[in-house]
C-alpha cells in the first residue's frame, strides 16, 4: 500500500488527507510542529478576544482522524532526504529524531510572517501574527501593554488592531501607503476602510515608516519613524504580510523561488513529490491569477487537486473566479474575480457607497461588451456561486445590477441599498441604460 505524508497540517494539507482518503485506501499520514490538529488560521483573532476557544477552531472531532485512518503526528521535520523518500522528524516533547518514508509526499508547509531587518525586531514585546505561537505570544506580550504600535496595513495588521482595542489598549497603526490596503483596494474604499479603523479609536498614520524599535531593558520601550518622530510603546505588531515558508528546503534539490516552484498539477520538479497552500509558486499562473496566492480557498482548491492527481487521474489546477474574503473591524468584505487597485486600460468600474459610508459595492467592467470582470462588495454579503456566474458567463453591469436581487444572501437586508444602487448607476451612466440590454426590464422589475 501506498505510504503518502503531508507536511503541514493547515487548509490545505488536510484537504489533501480528506481528499485522498475518501479515494483510496493508501496509508496517510499528516505532519505538523503548530498543532496537534487542524484548526481554522482565520479564527485565531477570535480566540485572542475571547469569543471562541481554541476547541472551537478545530473544524473536525478529535476521533475523525482515527475514523479516517489519518495518522497525525505532531513533530518537526527537520531534513529531507529527497533521492531515498525519507524525512528526519522530531516528536514533540522529545529530541529524538527519527526518521519516515513516504511514496508521495505533499508539501503544504504555509506561510512566515515578514520582517525587514529592523533594528530591535528581535526585543521582547515584537512579533507577528501567523500560527498559534504567535497568539500564545501575544497573550503573553500585550499583558498589561497600554499602547502598541503595527507595522503594515494588510489584512493581519487590521485583525490584529481589532485584538488589541478589544482590551482597550491605544493602537497607533504605521501604513507606508497614502491610503490604507491601497495596493488592494481602489482609492474610495481605501478612504472608506482609514474612516473606519480611526472610528474604531486606533491612531492610523499614512504615509509613515517605521526607521527602529527602541529598547527599554530586554524589551521593546518605543519606536523611531523615518520622518524622526519618536513613539512610546510596549509592544510591536510586525503585520508587513507574509512569505513562504521555504527556508528549510535552501540546501536541498528541491527548486524554490519566492516559493516551492509547481507546475500547473502542483508538482515540484522532485519525482512523486507535491506542493500546495500559501508555499507554492506556479510557474505558469492560471490566467489572470498570480504566482503566490495565500489564502485559505485556493488552498483548499489546491487540496483537492492533489488528491485528484494521486488517486485517479492526473489534474490541473483550476482555481476559477478569483475570490476572497475577510472582515476590517464591523465591515465585512468579499471580492471576486479582478478588482485590481488601478483600473485597466480597456475597462470601467462604478462605486456606490452608502451615504453612512460602511457599505458599498464596486464593479468592474470592459468597455467594450460591458461584461463583469470583478465585484468588490462591504458591509453586505453577496452569493459566491451567483457572483462566479456572473463573471464566468460575462454577464453585463446591467445585467448584474438588475439582478442584484439574486445575489443577496439577506434579500431584507438588502432591499434597503439595491434601489440606491441602481439610481446612482443610471445618475452617473445615463447614455449607458440606453447601450445596455435588458435595462426595460430591469427598470420594470426594480421600480414597476
Ligand atoms: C491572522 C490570519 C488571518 C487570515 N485571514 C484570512 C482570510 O480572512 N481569508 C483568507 O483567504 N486567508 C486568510 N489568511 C490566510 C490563510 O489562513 C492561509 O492562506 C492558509 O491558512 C494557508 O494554509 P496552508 O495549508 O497553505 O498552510 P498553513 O495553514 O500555514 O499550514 C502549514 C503548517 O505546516 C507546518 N510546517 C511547516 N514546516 C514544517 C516542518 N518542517 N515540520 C513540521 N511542520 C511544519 C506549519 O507549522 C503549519 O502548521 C489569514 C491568515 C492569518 C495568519
Given at each position: 500500500?501506498k505510504?503518502?505524508v503531508?507536511?503541514?497540517n493547515?487548509?490545505?494539507?488536510?484537504?489533501a488527507?480528506?481528499?485522498i482518503?475518501?479515494?483510496?485506501?493508501y496509508?496517510?499520514?499528516?505532519i505538523?510542529?503548530?498543532?496537534?490538529?487542524?484548526f481554522?488560521?482565520?479564527?485565531?483573532?477570535?480566540?485572542?478576544?475571547?469569543?471562541?476557544?481554541?476547541?472551537h477552531?478545530?473544524?473536525?472531532?478529535?476521533?475523525?482522524?482515527?475514523?479516517?485512518r489519518?495518522?497525525?503526528?505532531h513533530?518537526?521535520?527537520?531534513a529531507?532526504?529527497?533521492?531515498?523518500?525519507t524525512l528526519?522528524?522530531?516528536?514533540q516533547?522529545?529530541?529524538?529524531?527519527?526518521?519516515?518514508?513516504?511514496?508521495?509526499?505533499?508539501l503544504?508547509?504555509?506561510s512566515?510572517?515578514?520582517?525587514?531587518?529592523?533594528?530591535?525586531?528581535?526585543?521582547?514585546?515584537?512579533?507577528?501574527?501567523?500560527?498559534?505561537?504567535?497568539?500564545?505570544?501575544?497573550e503573553?506580550?500585550s499583558?498589561?501593554?497600554?499602547?502598541?504600535?503595527?507595522v503594515?496595513?494588510?489584512?493581519?495588521?487590521?485583525e490584529?488592531?481589532?485584538?488589541?482595542?478589544?482590551r482597550?489598549?491605544?493602537?497607533t497603526?504605521?501604513?507606508r501607503?497614502?491610503?490604507?490596503?491601497d495596493a488592494?483596494?481602489?482609492?474610495?474604499?481605501?478612504?472608506?476602510?482609514?474612516?473606519?479603523?480611526?472610528?474604531h479609536?486606533?491612531?492610523?498614520?499614512?504615509?509613515?515608516?517605521l526607521?527602529?524599535i527602541?529598547?527599554?531593558g530586554?524589551?521593546?520601550?518605543?519606536?523611531?519613524?523615518?520622518?524622526?518622530e519618536k513613539?512610546d510603546?510596549?509592544?510591536?505588531?510586525?503585520?508587513?504580510?507574509?512569505?513562504?515558508?521555504?527556508?528549510?528546503?535552501r540546501?536541498?534539490?528541491?527548486?524554490?523561488?519566492?516559493?516551492?516552484?509547481?507546475n500547473?498539477?502542483?508538482?515540484?520538479?522532485?519525482?512523486d513529490?507535491y506542493?500546495?497552500?500559501?508555499?507554492?509558486?506556479?510557474?505558469?499562473?492560471?490566467?489572470?491569477?498570480?504566482?503566490?496566492?495565500q489564502?485559505?480557498?485556493?488552498g483548499?482548491?489546491?487540496g483537492?487537486t492533489?488528491?485528484?492527481?494521486?488517486?485517479?487521474a492526473?489534474?490541473?489546477?483550476?482555481?476559477?473566479?478569483?475570490?476572497?474574503?475577510?472582515?476590517?473591524?464591523?465591515?465585512?468584505?468579499?471580492?471576486?474575480?479582478?478588482?485590481?487597485a488601478?483600473?485597466?486600460?480597456g475597462?470601467?468600474?462604478?462605486?456606490?457607497?452608502?451615504?453612512?459610508?460602511?457599505?458599498?459595492?464596486?464593479?468592474?467592467?470592459?468597455?467594450?461588451?460591458e461584461?463583469?470582470t470583478?465585484?468588490?462588495?462591504?458591509?453586505?454579503r453577496?452569493?459566491?456561486?451567483?457572483?462566479?456566474?456572473?463573471?464566468?458567463?460575462?454577464?453585463?453591469?446591467?445585467?448584474m445590477?438588475?439582478?442584484?436581487?439574486?445575489?443577496?444572501f439577506?434579500?431584507?437586508?438588502?432591499?434597503?441599498?439595491?434601489?440606491?444602487?441602481?439610481?446612482?448607476?443610471?445618475?452617473?451612466h445615463?447614455?449607458?441604460t440606453?447601450?445596455?440590454g435588458?435595462?426595460?426590464?430591469?427598470?420594470?422589475?426594480?421600480?414597476?
Amino acid at each position: 500500500m501506498k505510504h503518502v505524508v503531508i507536511l503541514g497540517n493547515g487548509i490545505s494539507g488536510i484537504t489533501a488527507a480528506r481528499y485522498i482518503r475518501k479515494y483510496s485506501d493508501y496509508r496517510i499520514t499528516v505532519i505538523s510542529a503548530e498543532t496537534e490538529h487542524f484548526f481554522s488560521r482565520t479564527a485565531l483573532m477570535y480566540i485572542y478576544m475571547g469569543h471562541m476557544k481554541y476547541e472551537h477552531t478545530k473544524p473536525y472531532e478529535d476521533y475523525f482522524w482515527e475514523k479516517n485512518r489519518i495518522e497525525l503526528r505532531h513533530a518537526w521535520v527537520q531534513a529531507f532526504d529527497f533521492a531515498n523518500k525519507t524525512l528526519t522528524l522530531t516528536e514533540q516533547g522529545t529530541d529524538v529524531p527519527g526518521t519516515l518514508t513516504y511514496d508521495i509526499l505533499i508539501l503544504g508547509v504555509g506561510s512566515v510572517s515578514n520582517r525587514f531587518g529592523w533594528p530591535g525586531q528581535d526585543l521582547e514585546g515584537v512579533q507577528g501574527l501567523y500560527n498559534y505561537q504567535d497568539l500564545e505570544a501575544m497573550e503573553a506580550n500585550s499583558e498589561g501593554v497600554e499602547r502598541a504600535v503595527i507595522v503594515g496595513g494588510g489584512l493581519i495588521g487590521i485583525e490584529m488592531a481589532e485584538m488589541l482595542r478589544t482590551r482597550d489598549i491605544a493602537v497607533t497603526m504605521l501604513v507606508r501607503e497614502k491610503e490604507f490596503w491601497d495596493a488592494v483596494l481602489q482609492v474610495e474604499e481605501a478612504k472608506m476602510i482609514g474612516r473606519h479603523i480611526r472610528e474604531h479609536g486606533v491612531d492610523l498614520r499614512l504615509v509613515t515608516e517605521l526607521e527602529e524599535i527602541t529598547a527599554q531593558g530586554e524589551r521593546v520601550g518605543g519606536v523611531v519613524m523615518k520622518n524622526g518622530e519618536k513613539l512610546d510603546c510596549q509592544f510591536v505588531g510586525l503585520t508587513v504580510g507574509v512569505s513562504p515558508n521555504i527556508e528549510q528546503f535552501r540546501d536541498t534539490e528541491l527548486e524554490t523561488e519566492k516559493g516551492i516552484l509547481v507546475n500547473r498539477f502542483l508538482e515540484t520538479n522532485l519525482p512523486d513529490v507535491y506542493a500546495i497552500g500559501d508555499c507554492v509558486q506556479h510557474r505558469e499562473p492560471p490566467e489572470g491569477r498570480k504566482p503566490v496566492e495565500q489564502i485559505w480557498y485556493t488552498g483548499r482548491i489546491m487540496g483537492e487537486t492533489v488528491a485528484r492527481s494521486i488517486c485517479q487521474a492526473k489534474t490541473q489546477y483550476q482555481p476559477g473566479v478569483f475570490f476572497n474574503s475577510a472582515k476590517f473591524f464591523d465591515i465585512e468584505y468579499q471580492t471576486y474575480g479582478q478588482v485590481p487597485a488601478q483600473v485597466p486600460a480597456g475597462f470601467q468600474t462604478f462605486y456606490w457607497e452608502h451615504a453612512e459610508g460602511r457599505i458599498a459595492l464596486r464593479i468592474n467592467y470592459r468597455s467594450g461588451n460591458e461584461a463583469v470582470t470583478g465585484i468588490n462588495a462591504f458591509g453586505m454579503r453577496l452569493r459566491h456561486e451567483v457572483c462566479e456566474k456572473w463573471i464566468k458567463g460575462k454577464k453585463s453591469v446591467g445585467y448584474m445590477l438588475s439582478h442584484l436581487r439574486d445575489a443577496h444572501f439577506d434579500p431584507e437586508f438588502f432591499k434597503r441599498h439595491e434601489k440606491a444602487i441602481v439610481r446612482a448607476f443610471n445618475k452617473t451612466h445615463h447614455d449607458h441604460t440606453i447601450r445596455l440590454g435588458g435595462r426595460p426590464a430591469f427598470w420594470e422589475k426594480v421600480f414597476g
